[in-house]
């Protein structure tokens, strides 16, 4: 096996710590957590329960880049910016209970569909429809032009977690501060290339599938399917009913979706290759940029053994804590809304 430097060990443990969740191994390591170590503090938002609210109102789109964004906006239009972004398989409704509070105390919130998500469109049919991680980031900042915010703090779990560190590290002057669920994200190709011992390699089964073409039918056949079961295997104690996944389950059924969640992942294991055009963007992404700006990071069950964050405490430079939170799977703004939101106001202040 080739050896792994410092800097790569960190996308490697992310990979270890998905397969220990998919096989519910974190429960059993959730003793290594102490109790004291679950840090909230009270930020002046008001209480709200998981599941309080259903829908954002109607949406808005706008041109921006390659794509047509659909997204949420809530908030005074000339409040501070915050900016929330979401996972596979998710959408913008995990963040259906955090966007209102934020509001409530000022801030201008934006909640886009990621490319291949709900109602974001490619501008053109003959653009490839690429899932590396560049381009994602590339979006946001495009969105930001489009509307007129220059500085945002960011909020992400899962790829938006990826998404909004890339922009923070490349991008800092865009970036006010980061809440980042499970820390940080940046993906190192090379360290993911080193095979995992196989208890950890099962929870990556999905990823493998999709490296096949009968992963891509299957995924494009029972996409609502394989989402429930992701959903369950990452939080098994979030008991969600079946209204609140299919009003997430509606955003696969955009055209472009398929074909992005599959790129993402087989470009991820080096099976598909990005465009040229971002090779120098992924070079200095390779190399796992610190980032700077003022971070709060967030663990939940989802992140086992790695909960304490210590994997990835180096790679933040700024003012910076690590909250964790029991009870709570991958989904952490639509599991956690309060925690979630108080860490970005508390982060915005930072």
Not at 288 to 304: C, L, N, R, W
Request: proline residues 5%; contains cysteine; aromatic residues 10%.
């Amino acid at each position: 096996m080739t050896k792994i430097d410092a800097s790569e060990r960190i996308d490697y443990s992310r990979r270890r710590l998905f397969g220990v969740a998919a096989l519910s191994a974190a429960v059993a390591q959730l003793g290594l957590i102490r109790a004291g170590q679950a840090q909230t503090k009270s930020s002046g938002l008001p209480a709200i329960k998981p599941g309080t609210n259903s829908s954002f109102g109607p949406l808005k789109q706008l041109n921006a880049g390659l794509l047509n964004v659909g997204y949420a906006e809530v908030g005074p239009a000339d409040g501070p910016a915050v900016i929330l972004l979401h996972g596979w398989p998710y959408d913008i409704h995990s963040y259906v209970d955090v966007a209102p509070l934020l509001a409530s105390a000022g801030y201008r919130v934006v909640v886009p569909y990621m490319r291949g998500y709900g109602t974001t469109q490619f501008l053109s049919g003959e653009t490839f429809r690429n899932g590396q991680q560049s381009v994602a980031a590339l979006d946001v900042i495009a969105l930001m032009d489009a509307l007129k915010i220059q500085k945002a703090v960011f909020g992400g779990f899962d790829i938006g977690s990826r998404t909004a560190d890339i922009v923070a590290a490349l991008w800092p002057e865009r970036c006010e501060a980061l809440v980042s669920v499970s820390g940080y994200l940046i993906a190192n190709r090379e360290a993911i290339k080193q095979p995992l011992p196989p208890k950890a390699e099962l929870g990556w089964w999905y990823q493998y599938y999709f490296a096949t073409e009968n992963g891509r039918l299957g995924y494009d056949k029972y996409r609502h399917d394989f989402a429930k079961l992701i959903w369950t295997i990452v939080s098994p104690k979030w008991d969600f009913d079946d209204a609140t996944f299919d009003r997430t389950a509606a955003a696969f059924d955009n055209p472009d979706h398929v074909a992005i969640v599959i790129h993402n992942y087989r470009w991820r294991i080096s099976v598909a290759d990005g465009e040229p055009k971002y090779d120098d963007l992924e070079k200095r992404l390779a190399e796992g940029p610190v980032i700077a700006v003022p971070a709060i990071t967030i663990a939940s069950d989802f992140d086992g053994v790695n909960a304490e964050g210590t994997s990835y405490r180096r790679k933040f430079s700024g003012k910076y804590s690590h909250r964790i939170l029991k009870g709570i799977g991958h989904n952490v703004p639509q599991e956690a809304p309060q925690a979630f939101a108080e860490a970005v106001v508390d982060v915005a202040k930072a």
